[in-house]
Every structure is written in structure tokens, then in C-alpha cells.
């Protein structure tokens, strides 16, 4: 199984633990991500204005790439997967974003949405299996653990199709798979406070407060997550007796390949 | 060929002669060894049997009519011609127990004017020897590969089994080219619709409105053509209306389609070389590939794609022109 | 010198089952929901009434696009005379894009009664594709080579 | 030579402020063969069909084309007419210029235009038009019902009470449909029960209503007056002619987990069953999921303890074919699957409820008799928040478009109830729009409000999540442009209502048109609301669209007048634009036969003059004109063109072509 | 600019059909940041239909609205609240001065941990 893999500059920085625990155990279970050569920022967030093409087409060559690899383009980071994947929707269904994208490029042949963006929990799910994953486990994480989505993996629901917006369980079949217990907590798709943490820090906090109670109040003992600013908003709550992880760092623990 | 020629006649003759048969359809020679003939025999009147590679004609629809007159006829049919014959059973235009069908042996027939195209004028007679064609003409004699004599109808073949009969003389195996039925079709297939556009301007401004086609076809049994009813708002000979004039061929078709088994007579007859066969094999083609393999004919019950359905077929947008 | 242009009119048939395209055609006209005046329609009691000899004579007479509507499949009011339309004109469209003729010339359009708004989007579409091919002189020349 | 009559039709302004009638009416008469052309203002008024008459007579017209509206509305009305001048009446042609002309464009110029070709196009039909006469058919003077719910229930009886046979086809193991779910009805809060089961007792006991339950519409052939039906009457394991439904096999039944489906799944039945105390036919019923003899041939307990010999483990689907002269659908409706809305947290709190569960749990016959608890704990909900239009007026895909109508008016009713038996229960409704229009509709909301307190908050929930043990209600105040959260101990999401899933497989048998949201359309939706469009298939209930009760018994009872009026008269006259044969012209082939989806075509040896004094036999096809529904299938598919539509012709077809095609 | 320039303009960059909004409030009912908007969502769909751009520009909201498209998610109607607050936030940010952040304020906010992720968002959002 092989896949084009899109990083994202934090994975490169701050989350690197994100990216280094994924890389090996997608080794540990056969799984190739080759990675893109010279790709760049995908935009961090995706541009909800229109007349906004220019933040697009990062996304666009990473997306071409791809389609002329295997055409499957694997994200990691909930941001770039969010972007890449909006982007894609847009090449593939607003005539005029897809004109506009292609004429600024000039690719050899236009792009009209051909790759397939897969996110990492999706690679798990549906082309390796989480049942495949659990015959793999060595050491199951036998924990209480809170998945927490955020926003950038669901919604919007209709162009993301990652799971139910609204009751998702990847991440819990995944707890499942790696030994733990899962623990659903109803803020689980709420959002962190996100960028925001910069000009109204104390929204941020009341927001990541919110999730980390939450998620302690139905029992969890540690929360993971797929993206480098939710950890770090999480990370920056004070909230007592409760760890934020990555989840590929338990995935990589469970798997025993966590050096 | 000429030792078949001897078994049919031999088989003709012991069967009218019994009584078993009233009447012989078959094939009769004319002025030169290429002007052979369907023809009705007797008992009294065996002259001018003949079998061999001008024996082109496929006889099944002489029996409509011939069929009519009483009596028991017995027919040589070539394995292609046994389709056509089927098909006519299932449309009852025939009665099946007032005929005696003998399969006949067929390596292929060869058309005169290929030859004469090929400037061996003069002919005389033919004989066949494996992949090589002997032609004995006024100025001796020529030899040329079987295959480049071929008639159009013949140069790929769509079955060398007998789809019905009640004996059989075969006596070597028959060759088989029936893998490149559709390979004309799908050359022009390939092409844009400019380029089809300009061929069958180019082929269909041949047309001089003989009606050969149509009065040869097996499917084309009507008791009255609708080109002919006045009543039918298409009627007309030619020129009559432009309508018909310029349609003739593509309503021909769709009335014999699913219905066609593919004998190439059309384009045989065709004086003006027009490819009409590929008009009805396209039809035969497309059924195949959005309804599956049919071949009419084949049996007398089948129910024929144009008239059947299933409730999962294809829509004209996702076929039409082809995938893309 | 003055040019003189002569600007096509476009002309569209449309046969419409009286049962749902028909209907549906109606709905659309009750809903104010407009479509371009080169359609016009023939009404006839089921999509299988159309005899393909119609399409031709349409396009012979210099119609530039001929359009069938009928109940969605499985919803005909004779139970099965869609199912009949389709296969008879998927093989007859077939044939005259093998003829050369442009393949977006004809459309079959499954139209509800209920869908007015599908029947006019239909015909704006197809009005609109028709436009853009221009005139239809293919059949009509099919036998005189220039 | 025929002499046409043209009659433009200003339809007041409709047609005449888009189309130049005057202009239509002067280039209508040059046209060859129209020998008089005339515009009105209402043709169709009194006085217009008066002009038609008048001048059928004066110019001795042998045809009349009307340019009007869309011959689905007024060519009924218009042959009439012709027929009364003495005319035959299919010598009538319509040329839809409004539908299809002056209310779709703006162009005065470009909607003349095209009414002058639209009426030209139905002149060169009329010219070839011939004069018909209908057949007739006799009508078998019994109605099929599908559905015994509410709708199923009053039109059975009111069609019954006429003196007609009625069978009710019902899917499930009893009539009552969803209104035996009910617990109190509004405006006026009877007992639902009350109300409906004198109706099914009367079902059952009536001679003239026999109850298909548990069974399905298997086949429907024939046409209007002569449906030929198949029913099939799915296995019950129970002898239905032996049950006296005394329960015994019910109490001893060791498989007790089967989840209740007319208790919403509240709470458990064994797998031997009747679905409720008064239920129509009070038979017994085995669930085969579940029946352990059925599954692994262990237990047959409930055999040996029914006193009557009733079970049959054998059992097998059965079939019944029967006649019927007219059909009633009333297939009925459910709530939609709340996957979409997981904002309010249905799928993982047992607290969430929907409207239809809540009603179970009000019910005396319902899992918890009739005392309001909560499913999770058992405890009274102290604080119960109701969310409307949960799923309804939706357009992002996840739910339905339309408004479902009831919603406004049982959580009134709910939130009534609720704060009548316990005063000390707080109730809080989100509501978008209030929509009650009825008589004494608006009241009834308002004494909710007035007399009984409840809290009604504008402003639709966002989301609904546990904590601490509390429901939490979050969710806009809108008036008080606040975001409110209201910790409850029992949500009620009013959900959407939407047709039976069944209906689609129904349309589809009888050939009648369901709408993008799968209601059954009907044949006209103001004129005539009741009928499908396919002759002798009524709709009634919310088949149809969202109804409440008094309106689905109103349609239902509307329905049975027509199916009346229908199976009173001995004939019914046929269509005439059937299919017909030229001897002279068939070859016999078969094609035609193998097309025909009623069967109407037969073939036939004829002897026929060939001239010369000979004759020779041929076979050639035999139309049966009364069996000929008039699709035209036939004359596509034969290649000599023997076969021909009356009233459709193909050599009129074609001249619409042209007719059309000249420019 | 005129007002009306901008208020269409609003319309089609945010590329949303505000005459759809039927008026339930359920985007202000899910939105996470209702508390620091001084414009609620649901204003910001009817106040754009009424063409009040003026206040909409000045509104602190469009700087709190964290793009969580929980707006969008649930909006029965297809409207795109968080369309419509980025749109308008784009327009201030597009006039001069409009920024509503500055390179040179980030040094004192970032510390060690802050992942680039978080700035090039901010950068995003907060200034052209």
C-alpha cells in the first residue's frame, strides 16, 4: 500500500512526535508514505471567501502531485487535511475555482479533482483495517481514553465525509483497536478555541477548559488528538490528573515501535 | 467443394425421387461460372445444380414464398443462412415441419468483382486449394489467396455451426474468422463525428435506390414495406420525398434490428459496394455490448433485445458515442 | 459592402408522455418557470408512441435538437413502455452518432409530474447545448455529397 | 375535406397580456383547411363553449382546435362541448398556448409567435383525425384498500356502508395503523384509542369488509373498473380461522426479548405475540427472528399449550388473487431516522425521545402504564425541554424540505398534558414558527401558553448533551438574542414525519407518480386532491402529503364518495385512442405481442383474397380493444407499420413534426 | 465604496444565499464563541440581508468567530453563517489599517511551544 504524504510544516516543528510515531507505525504495518517532494504551506485554513484562490493552489500542486503518483494523498495534521480536502472539493464541484486554479497553475494537463485525500485515522480504517490493527497490537493501551476530534476533521460534514459530524467513532474504534477503552464525552467535536489564542487568549482557555472537563468529568484519562493546535491549546489548560497526546504516539506504543 | 457439390446432388435427387421432398431449393448455374442463382428444382429437373465458392446467396427466404405453394421442400443451407432461417421460424414465416434444411460445408465465397478488380478478367471457373485460389480464365490460368478473393460478407464469419438442420454434409473443417466480426465497426467507431460524418456521405450518396438490399434481406419479410404504404407518412420511391430518400437506410436498419443475424447479403447484392453491412452490425454490436450477447437466430425462442428489457438497462447518455 | 446575417433560430422537438413529462411540462408553466420558445412540444400517450422514424423526420425538417421525456423508469403509467423507449432509443442515438450525427443532438430526460423544475432546467440545458452546436444540416445532407 | 374551427382562448389575462390572441387568430385563419377562427375571453365559461357551439353549427365545422390551456385540464371539458353540437368528440384538438406559452415566457412577440406554431401544429392533427367512439368495460363492484390505518379504516367503512365489498390489505399483523400509537388526539384531547377501535371493531364485524392483515400487494394487473390483484398473505405461524387470541401461547413463550414495535421499541414482547390488547384481528402472530422452534427447532412450547391447535410452524406465504373495480391507497407515514441530527443526542441518550415515543410513554397501554418516566432511570423528569421541526423544513440534505404539519399541534398537546398531570413538571418548547391554522387550532396553542404555563422559547437548540446527569439543552433565545442552556431531565424531539418507505414499491405497482419527497402525487392538486392520476387509484392520509387526523379522515372519506361514485355505474366507457391492426399490412411476426404489457394482442389465422380468384392464409395480430390501455408500443416496434394508434396516428405525429419544424 | 457595492460584494464573496435564512437562530444556538459576539451569527445572516453593513464592519465579532463551521453544519437551510462573518472580515481587512494583527505584535505573544500552525491560521484570518 503506498500513499503520497503531505506533512504540513508543523509536523516538521512543534509536531514532530505527530509525524515520527506515524511514520513508524505505518512501517510497522506495511504501509508506505512516500513524501511529496517540495510541497508547501497548504494555508493552515482553508479561505471560506470565493474571490480567495491564491491560498488554494499550494493544495492544488500537492493534489496534482498525488494524481500522478498513486493518486491517493495522505494528510496527517487536522489543518491540512481540512484544506487539502476543501480545496479538492472545490476543484471537483465549483466550475469557477476550478477555472481560475487552472489557469494560474498551467498544468500539463488540468486538475479536476482526481486524488483521493485520505487522512491518516482513514488510512487506518479503511485500508488497513482496525481489526488488522488489533491483531498487530503488542502492547495494548489499557486506558481510559477521550478521542477528541475538534472541528477540522468533521465539518463541514458533507465535504469532509470523515465520519457522523456529530457522533463520530473512528477514533473510538481506533481506542478500541490499540486495547484502550474509549470514552465518549458529548464536547469531543467542540471546537479549542483555536487561532483565536492570539488576539482573545481567554476565549481559547474557557474553550479547551470546556473539552478537558468534559472529557475528565465521563471518566477519560487522557485525551488524544490528530492536530498540532488543538494539542497545544489542550496542552496550555490547566486541568489536573489529565494527559493530551498525540494519536499516533499510542498507536506507535501499542504497536511496540515507540523507541 | 465439387465432391460436396456430388453428395448434395446425389442427397437431392435420392429425396425427390423417394417422395420425401416435392421441390429442391438450391443453387443453379447461369451464362458464366460467377452468375450462380438461387433456383427452385423438381424431380424432372435437376439442370445447373451447382455448389461452390460463387454459392453465395443465402436461400432462407426463397421458403417464404416457396413455402406457401404446399408440399415439402428441402433446403441446403450454409451455416450462416441456418440463422436466418431460425429467425424466420420464430417470426412463423415459415413452417418448420414443410422443410428438410442439409448443412452444407462453407470455406467462405469469393466475390467475381475482387477478382476482377485484381485485373484476372476472362474467368472461367474457380477451384480451391487450401489458402490458395486457382482461377482458370481465357487467359489461363491465375493464382491468388483465398482470402483476397473473399466477399464482403465472408471476410469474417459469424458462426461455423449450424443453428438448425437435419443432416449435415460437412466434410473438411471449416475455417474460422469470426474473432474480427467488429473490427470495421470499430474503426469507425474511433473516428470523430466529423469523420463518420464524411463516410457515409461518401458511401450513401452511392445509393441509386435499387431496393436490392431490402429484397434480399431474410429480416425484410414484410408483407407490404412500410416504404411503400402510402398510408405510413414515409412512403415513397425514390425521390419521392427527400425524408425517405435520405433515411431509407437508417429506418431499414432499425426495422431489422435485433433481428438480423448478420448474413452480409446486403452488401453482397449492393450494386453500388456500399458497405451496408456495417450499418446492421453496428446495431448488433451496440445490443451486445449495453444487453449482451445476442445473436439472433441462434434459437427459435429467444426474445429478441429490441422487444425485451430489464429494469436495470442503460441510459442512450452513458452509451451514446461511446465511453469517455 | 453590407454583410448580410442571417442569425439561426434554433428549433427543438420535444415529445413528452402525457402522464408525467406532459404533466410535468404543465407544472412547470403553472410554476411561471421559464424555458426557451424553440421548444415546442408533441404530446403523445407514453415514450414508447415514438416511432424513431419521428426523431428522423424531425431533424430532416431542420429540427436542431430532438429531446424525448418520459416517467422516470419503473413510474410508467403502462408499466413498462419507458423501458421499451430506452433501449429503443439508446440504440437509435447510438446510430445516428455513428451517422456522424453530434451525439448532444438528442436526449431522453426521465420528468415526473411533480418535477417542473426538472422539466424547465432540462429544457434550458438542452436549449442551451443545442445553441451552442448551432445549426443541424447533418441528416438533412447525409445523401447529397457536396 | 374537412372544415376546422380555430378558438383562442384569452384564459382573461393569463393568456391574452403575453400572447397577441387577435394576431394568433388572423394567422390562423389562412391556414389551409380552418375555415373559421375566433378569440374569446373564457372559452371554457358558459358563454365561450356557447360560441364553440354556435359556430360548429353556423360553419358546419367537422373539427374544432382550441387554444387554450393544457389539454390535462380542460379537453374533457372542450369534447363536451363538440359532442353537444352535435360533433363527435374526439374531433377536438387543444393547443396548450398557456402552460406551455404565455405563462412561461415574457416575449410578446416570441410567445405569439410560438401559439401560432402550436396552433398550426394541432390544426395538421386535426386534419387527419378521425371520429372515435369509446368502448366499454364492465366494473367489478369491490374495492381494495391498502393501508388500515386511520385513512384505511374510514374509507373501508364509508365505502362498505354504500353497500360495496372492501378488502384492507394491511402489512402489519393489525389495523390501527398509527393513530392506535396515539395516546390523546388534539384540539380536543379524546383518548385516541377511544375514538379508533369502535372504528376497527366495525371493520371487522362488517359483512362487507374482509381483512387482509399481514399481508402485501403482491401484483397489480388491469385498469381502472378491472384491477386484478394479488395479494400475498405473509406466514403467521398462527392459524388465523383457530386463534381466539386468549394469550395463553403469549405467557408461555420463553424468548421474551423481542423489542415491541408498537411500543416504539420501548420495552419487550415474547416472540409469540398479539401487537396489542384491541387489536384487529386479535390473532396471535410469531415473530420468526425470534421464535426459537423457527430458529433452531427447540422449544414448541407455544403449540403445546394453545388449546385450539392454532399453531402452524409450517406455515408458508400464501397468495390470493382477487378483482377489484377501484383501489384506495393509504399507506400512511413514520418518523424519519434521526441519524442525521445527532446535535441532539438521540442516539446516545435514552433520555432523547421522539414525539411518537413520548406518546408511548403517556399511554396507559404503554410500557410504563401510563406514568411519565424517564427510559434511562425510570424517575419522573422534573424539567422537559420539546425541540420542534427536528428534521422538518430542512434543505441542506439532511432532512425533509417540507413542514410536517402536526408537529406545532401535538407538542402543544404534549406540553399540555404533561403540566396537567404533573403541575410541578417545567415545560420548554423551541420552536421556530408556530403554525397552527384550524379550527380552534390557535387556541389550543394558546391555552398551552395561557392556562397551562409552558415556556415557549424562539430560537431553534444547537446542541443537546449530558452532563452531571442533566440533559443540557443549549440553544438560541431569540427574542432575547441570548444563547440559553436549560438542564433537562427529558427531551422530546418533534420529528419529522415521512411516507411509509412501502409507497414506493406501491407506486410502482400501480403506476402512480410519487414526488421527490415520496408523496404519492395526485391528479390535480387543487381540483382534484384525492385522485392519482392513473383512473380508479385514490390516495388518502398522509400518503399523500402531512396530514393530521381530522383532514386524513375527511380525505379518506372523500376517497370512498369517488370509489362510489366509481363501482355505481355497471360501464365505463374505455379509451378509444387504442391500438388497431391493418391486416392487409401485418406479416405476423409476433413483435407486437411480445411488447404489449397487457396482453391485449392475440393473433389469428385470416384467409385473404390474393387475387387471381386464390386466397392464402395468413397469420396476423388481433387487438382487443377493452383489454388496449393505448400505449402505442405496439406500432414502434412493428416494422411494416400495420399497427397504428387511433387518436395518436403516426402519420399525425408526423405532421406535428412538420407542422412544427416549418419555419 | 459605496454601501451597496459592499454589501453585494459581502453577498458574493461569501458566496452564501443570506434570503434562504428562515429565521430558527440554531447557528447562535451551537455557536462555541456566542458569548464574545457582540453581532450573534444569526445577525450577521438577517443584518446582511438588510443590507446594515456598516455595523456589520464595525463588529469585534468577526475576530472572535473561530471558522469551527458548526454554523454550517447545522444550518437546516444551507446558509453559511461563518461564511458570512469571514466574508465581512475580509473586507475589513482588505481596507487599509484594517489588520488586525501586526507582525511586530508576535514576538510578545509567542512562546516556545506555539505551533506554526496557530500563527499562519492567525496570520490568515487576521491580516491581508
Given at each position: ?216 468529568e465521563n471518566g477519560a484519562e487522557i485525551v488524544i488528538t490528530a492536530c498540532p493546535l488543538c ?29 | ?324 | ?146 | ?290 421464535c426459537l422452534k423457527l430458529k433452531s427447532d427447540k422449544c414448541g412450547l407455544c403449540q403445546r ?314 397469420r396476423v395480430a388481433s387487438v382487443n380493444p377493452a383489454v388496449c390501455q393505448g400505449c402505442g ?31 | ?128
Open positions: 500500500m503506498k500513499f503520497s504524504y503531505y506533512p504540513g510544516c508543523t509536523l516538521k516543528t512543534q509536531a514532530k512526535d505527530l509525524d515520527r510515531y506515524a511514520r513508524l507505525s505505518a512501517a510497522a504495518l506495511g504501509v508506505d508514505m512516500e513524501e511529496i517532494k517540495e510541497w508547501q504551506c497548504c494555508g493552515a485554513v482553508y479561505p471560506l471567501a470565493k474571490d480567495e484562490i491564491g491560498v488554494k493552489l499550494s493544495a492544488v500542486r500537492a493534489l496534482d502531485y498525488a494524481k500522478h503518483e498513486d493518486g491517493l494523498l495522505l494528510t496527517l495534521c487536522s489543518a491540512c487535511h481540512n484544506v487539502i480536502k476543501r480545496v479538492n472539493d472545490d476543484m471537483r464541484n465549483d466550475a469557477d475555482i476550478n477555472l481560475r486554479a487552472n489557469n494560474y497553475l498551467a498544468l500539463d494537463e488540468k486538475y479536476n479533482g482526481e486524488t483521493k485525500v485520505v487522512h491518516y485515522l482513514e488510512m487506518l480504517r479503511d485500508y488497513v483495517g482496525f481489526d488488522n490493527i488489533k491483531k498487530a497490537v503488542k502492547n495494548p493501551i489499557k486506558k481510559k481514553i477521550g478521542a477528541y476530534y475538534g472541528c477540522l476533521l468533521l465539518r463541514p460534514g458533507k465535504v469532509m465525509a470523515f465520519d457522523n459530524p456529530e457522533n463520530p467513532t473512528i477514533i473510538e474504534d481506533f481506542i478500541t483497536a490499540i486495547g484502550g477503552t474509549p470514552v465518549k464525552y458529548p464536547f469531543r467535536n467542540e471546537c479549542c478555541g483555536a487561532y483565536v489564542k492570539l488576539v482573545n487568549p481567554d476565549l481559547t482557555e474557557r474553550k479547551s477548559k470546556k473539552v478537558l472537563e468534559n472529557a475528565k494539542y497545544y491549546n489542550l496542552k496550555q489548560t490547566p486541568c489536573e490528573d489529565m494527559e493530551v497526546v498525540y494519536f499516533t504516539e499510542l498507536l506507535a506504543e501499542a504497536l511496540g515501535v515507540k523507541d | 467443394m465439387q465432391k460436396i457439390e456430388e453428395l448434395m446432388y446425389k442427397r437431392a435427387s435420392e429425396m425427390l425421387e423417394s417422395g420425401e421432398v416435392d421441390r429442391v431449393i438450391a443453387w443453379k448455374k447461369g451464362e458464366t461460372c460467377y452468375d450462380v442463382s438461387p433456383a427452385t428444382f423438381t424431380k424432372d429437373n435437376l439442370e445447373g445444380f451447382v455448389y461452390d465458392a460463387f454459392c453465395g446467396a443465402n436461400l432462407s427466404k426463397y421458403l417464404v414464398e416457396e413455402s406457401k405453394k404446399g408440399g415439402k421442400i428441402l433446403v441446403f443451407l450454409k451455416p450462416c443462412d441456418t440463422y436466418s432461417f431460425n429467425q424466420l421460424l420464430s417470426e412463423h414465416r415459415i413452417k418448420r415441419e414443410n422443410v428438410y434444411v442439409i448443412g452444407i460445408e462453407c470455406q467462405g465465397k469469393i466475390d467475381a468483382n475482387k477478382l476482377q478488380k485484381k485485373g484476372i478478367d476472362g474467368i472461367l471457373s474457380v477451384e480451391e486449394k487450401g489458402d490458395k485460389l486457382t482461377v482458370k480464365t481465357l487467359y489461363g490460368d491465375k493464382e491468388i489467396a483465398f482470402e483476397e478473393a473473399l466477399s464482403v460478407k465472408c471476410e469474417t464469419c459469424k458462426s461455423k455451426e449450424f443453428a438448425v438442420s437435419d443432416e449435415t454434409i460437412v466434410l473438411n473443417e471449416m475455417r474460422d474468422n469470426r474473432e474480427k466480426r467488429f473490427e470495421a465497426v470499430e474503426r469507425l467507431e474511433k473516428m470523430t463525428e466529423e469523420e463518420r460524418y464524411a463516410f457515409w456521405q461518401a458511401e450513401l450518396s452511392k445509393c441509386i435506390r435499387c431496393n436490392a438490399c431490402r429484397n434480399v434481406c431474410p429480416a425484410c419479410t414484410c408483407t407490404h414495406c412500410v416504404f411503400d404504404n402510402d398510408k405510413s407518412g414515409i412512403a415513397g420511391k425514390a425521390n419521392a420525398d427527400s425524408f425517405e430518400e435520405k433515411l431509407f437506410h437508417i429506418i431499414r436498419s432499425y426495422h431489422v434490428a435485433g433481428r438480423c443475424t448478420d448474413c452480409g447479403e446486403c452488401s453482397r447484392v449492393c450494386p453500388q459496394n456500399i458497405p451496408l453491412h456495417l450499418i446492421n452490425r453496428k446495431y448488433i454490436k451496440d445490443m451486445n455490448e449495453f444487453y449482451g450477447e445476442y445473436q439472433a437466430g441462434a434459437a427459435v425462442t429467444a426474445l429478441n433485445p429490441i422487444v425485451d428489457f430489464t429494469k436495470e438497462d442503460v441510459e442512450a447518455a452513458t452509451v451514446v458515442g461511446g465511453k469517455k | 459592402m453590407q454583410e448580410i446575417t442571417t442569425t439561426h433560430k434554433p428549433l427543438i422537438v420535444a415529445f413528452c408522455c402525457n402522464w408525467c413529462s406532459y404533466a410535468g411540462a404543465d407544472l412547470a408553466g403553472s410554476s411561471r418557470l421559464s424555458y426557451p420558445a424553440e421548444v415546442k412540444i408533441i404530446r403523445v400517450p407514453c415514450s414508447c408512441r415514438v416511432n424513431p422514424i419521428f426523431v428522423l423526420k424531425a431533424f430532416q425538417r431542420g429540427a436542431d435538437g430532438v429531446i424525448l421525456c418520459g416517467c422516470h423508469p419503473g413510474d410508467c403509467h403502462y408499466s413498462t413502455g419507458n423501458y421499451h423507449t430506452r433501449r429503443r432509443m439508446a440504440l437509435m442515438f447510438s446510430m445516428l452518432n455513428y451517422f456522424g450525427i453530434e451525439k448532444e443532438r438528442t436526449r431522453i430526460e426521465w420528468v415526473s409530474a411533480a418535477e417542473g423544475a426538472k422539466f424547465s432546467q432540462v429544457m434550458n440545458d438542452f436549449a442551451k447545448t443545442i445553441n451552442e452546436l448551432g445549426e443541424n444540416r447533418r441528416l438533412e445532407d447525409l445523401r447529397c455529397k457536396k | 375535406m374537412q372544415r376546422i374551427g380555430v378558438f383562442i382562448c384569452h384564459c382573461g389575462s393569463n393568456i391574452a397580456a403575453t400572447v397577441d390572441v387577435e394576431r394568433v387568430t388572423e394567422a390562423l385563419a389562412k391556414e389551409p383547411g380552418v375555415v373559421y377562427a375566433v378569440n374569446y375571453q373564457y372559452m371554457c365559461s358558459e358563454n365561450g363553449q356557447q360560441l364553440i357551439k354556435n359556430a360548429i353549427a353556423e360553419h358546419r365545422l367537422t373539427g374544432i382546435v382550441v387554444c387554450s390551456c393544457s389539454p390535462r385540464m380542460h379537453e374533457a371539458t372542450f369534447r363536451k362541448t363538440a359532442e353537444a353540437a352535435g360533433l363527435n368528440a374526439y374531433m377536438v384538438e387543444i393547443a396548450n398556448i398557456r402552460e406551455q406559452c404565455s405563462w412561461i415566457h415574457k416575449d410578446i412577440e416570441e410567445a405569439t409567435e410560438k401559439a401560432i406554431v402550436l396552433a398550426r401544429t394541432a390544426v395538421a392533427k386535426i386534419l387527419l383525425d378521425k371520429p372515435l367512439t369509446a368502448g366499454e368495460t364492465g366494473v367489478t363492484k369491490r374495492a381494495l384498500v391498502i393501508g388500515g390505518g386511520i385513512a384505511g379504516i374510514q374509507a373501508a367503512l364509508d365505502i362498505a356502508d354504500a353497500g360495496y365489498e372492501v378488502d384492507i390489505v394491511e402489512k402489519r399483523p393489525t389495523i390501527g395503523g398509527r393513530m392506535a400509537q396515539l395516546d390523546k388526539t388534539f384540539p380536543t384531547l379524546d383518548c385516541s384509542a377511544c375514538i379508533l377501535t369502535p372504528k376497527m371493531v366495525d371493520c371487522a364485524q362488517s359483512d362487507k369488509i374482509n381483512i387482509f392483515s399481514y399481508s402485501e400487494v403482491e401484483e397489480v394487473k388491469g385498469f381502472v373498473g378491472n384491477f386484478d390483484v394479488k395479494i400475498r398473505k405473509k406466514a403467521r405461524h398462527v392459524d388465523e380461522t383457530k386463534c381466539t387470541g386468549c394469550g395463553v401461547c403469549m405467557a408461555s413463550c420463553p424468548s421474551k426479548k423481542g423489542l415491541n414495535e408498537f411500543n416504539m421499541n420501548l420495552n419487550n414482547r415474547p416472540a409469540i405475540y398479539i401487537p396489542f390488547a384491541q387489536a384487529i384481528p386479535n390473532v396471535a402472530i410469531i415473530d420468526p427472528e425470534q399449550k394453545c388449546g385450539v391447535g392454532a399453531i402452524d410452524y409450517k406455515q408458508e406465504d400464501s397468495f390470493v388473487e382477487r378483482k377489484y373495480g377501484a383501489i384506495v391507497v393509504a399507506t400512511g407515514f413514520r418518523p424519519i431516522k434521526l441519524d442525521n441530527f445527532n446535535e441532539f443526542g438521540y442516539a446516545d441518550n435514552k433520555d432523547v425521545v421522539t414525539s411518537l415515543e413520548l406518546e408511548r410513554l403517556m399511554n396507559a397501554a404503554g410500557p410504563t402504564k401510563g406514568t411519565l418516566l424517564r427510559p434511562s432511570d425510570g424517575k419522573h423528569p422534573k424539567v422537559i425541554t420539546f425541540i420542534q421541526c427536528v428534521g422538518s423544513r430542512d434543505v441542506s440534505g439532511c432532512g425533509k424540505p417540507y413542514c410536517s404539519k402536526i408537529c406545532c399541534m401535538y407538542t402543544a398537546k404534549h406540553a399540555m398534558l404533561i403540566r396537567e398531570k404533573y403541575p410541578d413538571t417545567e415545560v420548554h418548547v423551541f420552536y421556530i414558527d408556530i403554525r397552527t391554522p384550524g379550527k380552534n387550532y390557535d387556541e389550543f396553542y394558546r391555552r398551552a401558553v395561557e392556562q397551562y404555563g409552558v415556556d415557549y422559547i424562539k430560537g431553534m437548540v444547537g446542541k443537546v448533551y449530558n452532563e452531571n446527569g442533566k440533559l443540557m439543552v443549549q440553544g438560541s433565545d431569540l427574542l432575547d438574542n441570548k444563547q440559553i442552556v436549560i438542564p433537562s431531565d427529558l427531551v422530546v424531539l418533534a420529528t419529522a414525519i415521512e411516507p411509509d418507505p412501502s409507497v414506493r414499491d406501491i407506486a410502482t405497482k400501480l403506476t402512480i407518480s410519487i414526488d421527490t419527497n415520496d408523496f404519492l402525487t395526485e391528479a390535480h392538486a387543487k381540483l382534484r386532491p384525492v385522485e392519482s392520476p392513473t383512473a380508479g387509484v385514490f390516495l388518502a392520509g398522509v400518503c399523500q402529503g402531512p396530514k393530521d387526523v381530522p383532514e386524513t379522515v375527511s380525505q379518506a372519506s372523500a376517497c370512498a364518495s369517488k370509489v362510489i361514485g366509481l363501482l355505481a355505474k355497471d360501464k365505463l366507457k374505455g379509451n378509444p385512442c387504442v391500438s388497431h391492426v391493418d391486416e392487409n399490412m401485418c406479416t405476423g411476426c409476433s413483435q407486437c405481442e411480445q411488447v404489449c404489457p397487457y396482453g391485449a394482442i392475440t393473433y389469428i389465422d385470416k384467409e385473404f383474397r390474393i387475387g387471381g380468384g386464390k386466397t392464402e392464409t395468413r408500443a405496439c406500432t414502434v416496434t412493428c416494422p411494416s407499420g400495420a399497427m397504428d394508434l387511433y387518436g395518436f396516428s403516426s402519420a399525425q405525429i408526423l405532421k406535428e413534426v412538420e407542422a412544427i419544424c416549418k419555419r | 465604496m459605496s454601501d451597496i457595492f459592499t454589501v453585494e460584494n459581502i453577498k458574493r464573496i461569501s458566496g452564501t444565499d443570506v434570503r434562504k435564512c428562515m429565521k430558527c437562530g440554531k447557528c447562535s444556538g451551537r455557536c462555541p464563541a456566542f458569548d464574545d459576539m457582540d453581532i450573534k451569527p444569526h445577525q450577521f445572516v438577517t443584518m446582511l440581508g438588510q443590507g446594515r453593513v456598516e455595523e456589520l464592519l464595525s463588529s469585534k465579532a468577526i475576530f472572535n468567530c473561530l471558522s469551527c463551521m458548526a454554523c454550517v453544519e447545522r444550518c437546516p437551510r444551507g446558509v453559511a453563517p461563518a461564511n458570512v462573518i469571514e466574508a465581512v472580515r475580509d473586507t475589513v481587512e482588505r481596507m487599509q489599517g484594517g489588520d488586525a494583527i501586526k507582525a511586530e505584535d508576535i514576538p510578545a505573544i509567542v512562546d516556545e511551544l506555539i505551533p506554526q500552525q496557530l500563527l499562519m491560521s492567525a496570520f490568515r484570518k487576521y491580516k491581508k
